[in-house]
C-alpha cells in the first residue's frame, strides 16, 4: 500500500495558525512523559531536533566533505560527538488524521549533563564554540534553566555501570535453564547449597517456635553463625559465588524446589555477581508481592537514573520512522550520549543504531534528492520555498518501496546502509558526477599559498609527463588539494615516483621547494585515528613523519569509492 500525504499551502505558512510548544524541564518531566508517550504511540512517524554547544567546524576540512567515505565522514562526526553536549532535544510526533489534516505535538526538553549521582556521569565536561552559544541565546534558549532545570540522563553503557558502582541488589530475571549437563562437581556444589539452605530454614522456623530463653539465645547464636539476616522485614541469608555458573545452578536450584525462596543478586564493583541473598517469603502469596515490590522498586529507581533517556528508549520502543536534519551528525550525538560508546568502525556503529531506530530519513538527504530543492540548505529556505510554489493542495503519492530508498542514509552523499556492497560508497548532487575508487586519489600540499585549482593544474601537467595523462585538481582548503588520476594505477605510480631519488626536471623542483604528497590511505588512517589539526596539511605531516599509519593502525583496509564531480569541492569563502 502506498503512503498518501497532502500539503496545503496554510499548513507551510507561519502567519494563521501556531502550534503550541510544550517547553520541558526537570519541574514538568515526568507528566510530559507519559503525555508524549502517548502522542508516540498513536503517531505516524516522530521528528527530532537538537542544539548542541559545538558542530563539526572548523576547521573546514572537519566537516563531511564531497571526497570522504563513509567511515572518514563516521569519524569526523564522531569526533564532534565526543566533544559537544546537547543542551536541547525537539520530538514532534506527527501524525495524519482521517481528514487529511496533519497533527503535531512539540516538545521542547532542556538537557543539562548534571553528574545527579556523584560518579562523573554522564559527563565531567564538554566542549563549547561561542558562535553557537550565542546563536541559540539570539533565539531566546534560557541558558539559566539549562544548568539548574535541565533534566539530566545516563546512556544505556553508563545506566549499567552505574547500578554495579551503586552495588544495589538486583531481583534475578527469568532463570533459563541450562542446556549443558551438570558435571560431577555442579552436583555436588548444588547439594551442599541445598543442605545449608534447609538448615537455615529449618533453624529459622524452629526459632519463631522456641520458648525458653536458653533456646532462643542458641537459635540466635546460630544465625550469627549461618549468615541470617533481614531483608525488608524478612529472614534473609547470602551465598558467596566465585562464578556466572554457580549463580545459574543456584539460581536453577530454586526454581525446582521453592516457592518461598526469592533470590536477590548481588553485583561487586567489576559487574559480576559475587553473591545472592536469598530471602524467605512467609507464603507464596507474599513472595509473589515481594517479587512485584522489588520490581516497582528497581523500574523508579532505573527511571532517575535513566533520566531524559526514557525519551529515546520511548521512541525506540514504538518503532515509529524518525526524521532528523542531518542523521549523520544528530544520530551519532544520541548514540553516544543515549546508548553506548561510539564504536571505531562506522559498520559497528549502524549496526548498533539500526537496533534502535530501525527507520530513519533524512530530511538534508531527502532536498537533496528532490530536483527542484537541491540548493536548499536548510529547512526555512525550504518552507520558503514551498509557500512560493505550491499555491493549491497537492496530493504526493509516495510508494512504500521509494520510503525505503530514503531510510537509514547517515551521510548526504552515502548510499542506504541496505546496501551493503556499496557501504564505503559516497555521492555528490550534481549532473556531472564520476564514480571513482579511492585509490585513484592523492592528497597534495606544499604549494604556494593562495594558488587556485587551475593555477595549480597548470603547474603539475607542465612539471612532468605523467601529468600528460587525464587528472582533475581540487581544493581541500588552503594548504591542501586532492588530485585524481583517471587512469588506474597511476595514483600510485605518482607516490612511488615522489618518494625516490629518480626525479627531474620541474618536478623536482617542486619537491624541493616543499611540495609532498601521500595516497588517500593516509588521509583515512588520521580521521580513524583522530590526528586534529587546524589545517590539513599539518595532519598529514603528522602521519607522514611519524609512525602513526603503520604502528597504531590495525583497521582491515577496504575499497571504496567516491563520486567525482567537475564543480569546486570547497568553498573557500567559508574558510
Given amino acids: 500500500m502506498a503512503s498518501v500525504f497532502q500539503l496545503r499551502r496554510r499548513s507551510l505558512c507561519t502567519s494563521s495558525l501556531k502550534w503550541r510548544v510544550k517547553q520541558v524541564t526537570t519541574s514538568n518531566f515526568e507528566e510530559s512523559l507519559q503525555e508524549l508517550k502517548t502522542h508516540i504511540s498513536s503517531s505516524d512517524y516522530v521528528a527530532v531536533s537538537m542544539a548542541k ?54 516538545y521542547n526538553f532542556v538537557l543539562f549533563p548534571r553528574d545527579e549521582l556523584k560518579m562523573g556521569m554522564p559527563a565531567y565536561s564538554f566542549s563549547c564554540q561561542t558562535s553557537l552559544l550565542a546563536s541559540m541565546a539570539r533565539r531566546g534558549f534560557d541558558f539559566n534553566a539549562c544548568v539548574y532545570n535541565g533534566i539530566s540522563y545516563l546512556s544505556r553503557a553508563q545506566e549499567s555501570a552505574a547500578k554495579v558502582r551503586l552495588g544495589a541488589a538486583l531481583s534475578s530475571c527469568q532463570v533459563v535453564k541450562s542446556s549443558s549437563s551438570p558435571t560431577v562437581a555442579d552436583t555436588v556444589f548444588v547439594e551442599r547449597i541445598r543442605s545449608r539452605i534447609e538448615c537455615w530454614r529449618k533453624t529459622f522456623e524452629s526459632s519463631r517456635t522456641s520458648t525458653g530463653r536458653d533456646e532462643e539465645l542458641i537459635n540466635s547464636l546460630r544465625n550469627i553463625v549461618m549468615g541470617s539476616e533481614l531483608f525488608r522485614s524478612r529472614p534473609c541469608m547470602t551465598i558467596d559465588v566465585c562464578s556466572d555458573r554457580q549463580v545459574q545452578l543456584i539460581l536453577e536450584m530454586l526454581l525446582d524446589h521453592s516457592d518461598d525462596l526469592v533470590p536477590l543478586l548481588i ?95 533524512d530530511i538534508n538527504y531527502l532536498m537533496k534528492k528532490h530536483g527542484t530543492m537541491r540548493k536548499m540548505t536548510n529547512i526555512p529556505s525550504a518552507i520558503s520555498y514551498l509557500n512560493s510554489n505550491f499555491f493549491a493542495p497537492v496530493d504526493l503519492e509516495i510508494p512504500d518501496q ?88 597511476v595514483s600510485k605510480q605518482f607516490v612511488d615516483m615522489m618518494n625516490s631519488e629518480e626525479m627531474s626536471g620541474d618536478l623536482k623542483e617542486l619537491l624541493a621547494d616543499g611540495l609532498r604528497v601521500t595516497s588517500y590511505e593516509t588521509y583515512d588512517r588520521i580521521c580513524r585515528l583522530g590526528l586534529w589539526e587546524m589545517d590539513l596539511r599539518e595532519s598529514l605531516e603528522r602521519a607522514f613523519e611519524s609512525s602513526y599509519c603503520d604502528k597504531e593502525s590495525n583497521c582491515e583496509r577496504k575499497s571504496s569509492e567516491i563520486h567525482w564531480y567537475n564543480d569546486n569541492v570547497i568553498n573557500l569563502d567559508d574558510l
Fill in 267 to 361: 553485583p561487586a564493583n567489576s559487574g559480576t555477581i559475587h553473591a545472592i541473598r536469598i530471602v524467605l517469603a512467609a507464603s507464596k502469596e507474599d513472595k509473589e508481592s515481594l517479587e512485584r515490590e522489588l520490581q516497582n522498586f528497581e523500574e523508579e529507581k532505573s527511571k532517575k537514573i535513566r533520566g531524559f533517556r526514557e525519551v529515546i528508549d520511548s521512541i525506540s520502543a514504538s518503532q515509529k520512522p524518525v526524521i532528523c536534519y542531518n542523521c549523520l551528525n544528530d544520530c551519532t550525538q544520541i548514540h553516544s550520549k543515549f546508548i553506548a560508546p561510539l564504536p571505531l568502525e562506522v559498520d559497528e556503529f549502524l549496526s548498533s543504531l539500526h537496533s534502535v531506530f530501525p527507520n530513519l530519513l
Fill in 53 to 106: 554547544t559545538g558542530s563539526p567546524s572548523p576547521p573546514s576540512w572537519l566537516r563531511p566533505l564531497p571526497f570522504d567515505t563513509a567511515q572518514t565522514a563516521y569519524s569526523k562526526a564522531r569526533r564532534a560527538a565526543h566533544r559537544f553536549q546537547l543542551l536541547h532535544f525537539a520530538v514532534c510526533p506527527f501524525s495524519v488524521s482521517s481528514s487529511d489534516k496533519l497533527l503535531a505535538h512539540p
Fill in 402 to 489: 521509494e520510503l525505503e530508498d530514503f531510510t537509514n542514509v547517515f551521510h548526504p552523499r552515502s548510499a542506504p546502509i541496505q546496501d551493503s556492497s556499496n557501504a564505503g560508497d559516497v555521492g555528490v548532487w550534481t549532473n556531472n558526477a564520476r564514480k571513482i575508487s579511492c585509490e585513484h586519489l592523492v592528497f597534495l600540499w606544499g604549494f604556494n599559498l593562495g594558488m587556485t585549482a587551475g593555477m595549480l593544474k597548470s603547474l603539475l601537467r607542465s612539471s612532468h609527463n605523467i601529468f600528460s595523462r587525464e587528472f582533475d585538481v581540487k581544493l581541500v582548503d588552503k594548504s591542501c588539494a586532492i588530485v585524481v588520476f583517471w587512469q588506474p594505477g
